[in-house]
């Protein structure tokens, strides 16, 4: 199992980045946690209230820092509007009036189906000042995953824009009772509230609502990777967990310009898209475009980005661009670079090395734990391939579920699942109507991520698969993102997903599907090497029998591999729910 992990150099860290970093000693910084003073970092509000939107902004603008940048928002058309903590702090007061007079009160939910525009951020902060439930949807779904999605969460106001509503709202809207307001923020359509009159009507002071910590802040939808999406609730405790992984994982730091490429609706965008900067008081680029290697490079050098956080299927993208649209751009400010979402293949570590003088940080978390959990830090050295150690406050172990018996695999580098000691602030408080659900995911004192996973004899976890896509070929156990991550080392390769295919005598056989980078054409010839590069890197068993050529491969709209619709698609079973799948050539 163990071949393609733990073969590459460890990327160390030098003394004088350990001790520039929040956190300059892991082990000590481990031992000694405690949530309870992580908590202290916050302000807090009378009567032990705790409210995400005081933490993110309004402390901040108590404590003199008004005038500073909040977020900078770059228009497609790259224009830059810039936000003061000042000014973020009274537009978000007038949408939480705006909400309050138009009969929204504590609990409600407040549904947003917007871009990546200045709105969205305005919504979802003056929503949790007003004590409403916020949940993001992204933008680009269909009529019928955004019905579900509000039907699930039982939506009672919702932002979003004339031509997103008249496309992809009006026709469900009769489906949905409890959606009582519609505000759009660019004028009118029917059955609507222009938002921005109602804005410049309403006071620029509001009194924060009394949440209290274990109050319902967030509903977020998983990506629907494995399956049909799951409403996750998290509440206003949550931002101690975003504050402080935030600061450690991230290293985040006030005055930081940060840029976190994730779509807010999808719990990264939120999380680390919306609250952890905030809360640790950085300024925030927010994007308005798609991905464009040029424009990226652009931004992170213009901007001067300081921390950056994005996920493996964009730096996959920028190293199929090449080096080539790199070169006019330079990155004196970057400091941090993290990846969450999928596995990030060694070569992606390493390439980053390369190309930026700095690993990419691959850490790992779920829409289920609000925050990060397991992560590579500026001050530990990193082993490409790997997704690093536990945040410190964090109890991971690598355990086997057999009926109510739990045990911890002890023994480094075996195979078993992924499982978390509860107990976090940003641990989901439930899965909307699906307790039975929600109750399968503890046993024997453990939450069950449904990862594979494994541990080395340094505490590192290594990412093995989902426990669906694990495959079982000839009696040897394997997890798709070696196999991946092995076939990301051919030069050809631009990206990879590997499946297990039901087969008589072997049980399954390992079958990959590649996209190439350009310039490469397929060809029996390049099948043939990358056949041979795999068994030589993976040996006979573990490597893939049989490759197919394909030139996208399907993936959510949050930029994970759905290898379960490969799989589907393969032996002609129905599809599932692809409610977030982008558009792939089939
Ligand atoms: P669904 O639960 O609906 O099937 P999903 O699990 O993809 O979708 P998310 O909560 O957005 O929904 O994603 C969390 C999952 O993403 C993790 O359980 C894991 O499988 C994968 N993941 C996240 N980060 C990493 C990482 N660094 N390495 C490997 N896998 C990761
Ligand atoms: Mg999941």
Known sequence: MSKAFG??????????????????????????????????????????????????????????????IALRWIAKSGERTDFTYGELS???????????????????????????????????????????????????????????????????????????????????????????????????????????????VASDQFKMAKTDPEETALLHFTSGTTGKPKGVVHVHQAVVAHTETGRIALDLR????YWCTADPGWVTGTSYGIIAPFTNRCTMIVDEAEFDAARWYDILSSEGVNVWYTAPTAIRMLMKAGTKVMEPYHFPALRFMASVGEPLNPEAVIWGQNAFGKPFHDNWWQTETGGIMIANYAAVDVKPGSMGKPLPGITAGIVEVEGDAVTELTTPMTIGELALRPGWPSMMRGYLNEQARYDKCFKGGWYLSGDLAMRDADGYFWFVGRADDLIKSAGHLIGPFEVESALMEHDAVAEVAVIGLPDETAGELVKAYVALKPGHIASEDLRLDLLGHARKRLGPAVAPKIIAFRQNLPKTRSGKIMRRLLKARELGLPAGDISTLESDET
């Open 7 to 68: 073969s590459k150099e460890v990327i160390r860290k030098t003394a004088e980045v350990r001790d520039a970093s929040n956190m300059r000693d892991y082990q000590q910084s481990y031992d000694s946690f405690s949530w309870q003073e992580a908590e202290t970092l916050l302000a807090g509000l009378p009567g032990g209230h705790l409210n995400i939107a005081h933490e993110a902004i309004d402390r901040h603008v108590i404590a003199g820092h008004a005038e500073q």
């Open 254 to 257: 006030a005055g930081d310009i």
């Open 90 to 200: 009274r537009l978000t007061n007038r949408f939480a009036n705006v909400l309050r007079s138009n009969g929204l009160t504590k609990g409600d939910r407040v549904y947003a189906l917007l871009g990546r525009v200045p709105e969205l951020y305005i919504a979802a902060l003056g929503s949790l000042k007003a004590g409403c439930v916020f949940c993001p949807l992204f933008s680009a779904f269909g009529p019928e995953p955004i019905k579900a999605r509000m039907e699930i969460g039982t939506a009672n106001a919702l932002v979003t824009s004339t031509r997103l509503y008249s496309r992809k709202v009006a026709g469900i809207r009769p489906a949905l009772p409890a959606l009582k307001t519609v505000f759009t923020i660019d004028g009118d359509a029917p059955d609507t509230l222009a938002l921005q009159p109602l804005m410049n």
